[in-house]
């Protein structure tokens, strides 16, 4: 005979059809409860992972992880460039001048955030040069009164690479006709698109054509930094500040972005919590489950007794079934959970284009992203097996209390 028999009986008791389908029917919705859990469980935290590090690599790739600027111009900012850059978690330094206004063309209007960069600085500390699809951020040239754009922008005004625009200032300019708003002929170099919301808003020009425009001299507002760790940003700032004069100040991406991110880990950790209910819920299914096995069996268990099977073999041969309920369970949950995981961003995409859908315009990026984390699957597979054993014991325990005379009696 098949050894151990606890292991042989535990597997017979699963595969074997009850003559009470009332129970039967308990277990499968235990088993589809646990797989559904697992598998919804690794979906959502797939997508909030996803969100979570679009944020980091795109938004964060967009706007400054942290700056040092000061109340005058920065003349000699590659003196201070470099010496930023000699602070152990500093990855990368451009210089900046920012500055708010509105682009005008063809009727349509729209506010902007224009920064004055240099190309070859840009490209350590942002990624808007791999996010090109049109033109090239080189074009930005000192006299020329080049801008780039992102898609969204260009596309909200109707234009395209080398077609004009205004760029109009809020600063008031005297005039024989009275005060009036400065403006600026700009001609499009490039557009970028990295499908996040900072495409509507932020634009680039050349910096010496910043300091022209805000008629300062030759120079940068500050200093942007790129870091190896984002969430040391304040602290890096405030020490690399706490070294320069008092008309130096410092600020980071937790001012601007802070609360996003710290939105997406709390919806994280609650969405987490309320999904886990359902793998808890699965797992008290096995229990009730089990426990009208063990009183659909009574007189097989009485049986077993007499032929000399000890309590725990009793123990064992009800946490074999529920174990494998469990195991079955997860196993399929985690199959479904990674398939669905890998091709949900696909399948929305689809949904969009098919139905003229737009169900992600309003947040900071315009499409549903995801990423599968392995070490989320195991913990979330981990804990399911260990939930669904745990449900076993009090059904096995009470099977094994079972006395043979008592549950004979009326056989």
């Not at 809020?170 to 900072?198: D, L, N, Q, W």
């Not at 010496?208 to 969430?231: E, H, S, V, Y």
């Not at 997406?264 to 229990?287: D, P, T």
């Not at 009208?292 to 007499?306: E, F, N, P, Q």
Request: some cysteine; charged content about 15%.
């Amino acid at each position: 005979m098949f050894k151990p028999i606890s292991l042989y009986i535990g597997l017979r008791y699963t595969r074997a059809r009850r003559s009470n389908h009332f129970i039967s029917f308990i277990a499968l919705v235990s088993m589809i409860g646990l797989t559904l859990g697992v598998a919804v469980l690794i979906t959502v935290l797939s997508v909030m992972n996803g969100f979570d590090r679009e944020l980091k690599n795109r938004v964060l790739g967009m706007v400054p992880q942290a700056t040092v600027s000061s109340t005058a111009i920065l003349t000699d900012w590659p003196v201070l460039a470099n010496k930023i850059k000699q602070h152990e978690h500093v990855a990368g330094v451009a210089p900046f001048t920012q500055m708010q206004g509105m682009l005008t063309a063809q009727g349509q209007v729209s506010g902007i955030m224009v920064t004055g960069i240099e190309p070859e600085y840009e490209k350590q500390v942002s990624i808007i040069h791999e996010n090109m699809v049109e033109g090239s951020l080189e074009k930005l040239k000192k006299g020329e009164f080049g801008i780039v754009l992102g898609k969204q922008m260009a596309d909200s005004l109707g234009l395209s690479l080398n077609d004009n625009v205004t760029l109009v200032l809020p600063e008031a300019t005297p005039s024989p006709a009275g005060v009036v708003p400065r403006f600026k002929r700009f001609k499009i170099v490039g557009i970028y698109s990295i499908g996040a919301e900072v495409e509507s808003t932020l634009g680039y020009i050349a910096l010496n054509d910043a300091a022209t425009l805000l008629r300062l001299p030759d120079g940068a507002q500050g200093i942007r930094m790129k870091l190896d760790d984002i969430f040391l940003a304040p602290q890096v700032s405030r020490d690399i500040v706490k070294d320069l004069p008092p008309n130096f100040y410092a600020t980071d991406w937790t001012y601007t972005h802070g609360n996003l991110f710290s939105a997406i880990q709390m919806e994280k950790a609650m969405v987490s919590l309320l999904l886990f209910l359902i793998v808890l819920v699965a797992a008290f299914n096995i229990v009730s489950s089990l426990v009208m096995v063990v009183t659909d069996k009574k007189s097989d268990i009485a049986i077993l007794r007499t032929l000399g099977a000890s309590p725990a073999t009793i123990t064992k041969i009800f946490m074999v079934q529920g174990t494998v309920i469990g195991v079955v369970g997860t196993v399929a949950g985690a199959i479904l959970g990674i398939a669905f995981a890998s091709s949900i961003s696909g399948l929305i995409e689809w949904l969009n284009n098919a139905f003229g859908w737009h169900l992600f315009d309003a947040y900071f990026i315009n499409y549903l992203p995801s990423y599968l984390r392995w070490q989320d699957v195991t913990l979330i597979v981990c804990v399911s097996l260990v939930l669904s054993f745990l449900a076993t014991i009090y059904p096995a325990l009470r099977a094994a209390k079972i006395q043979p005379a008592e549950a004979l009696r009326y056989e």
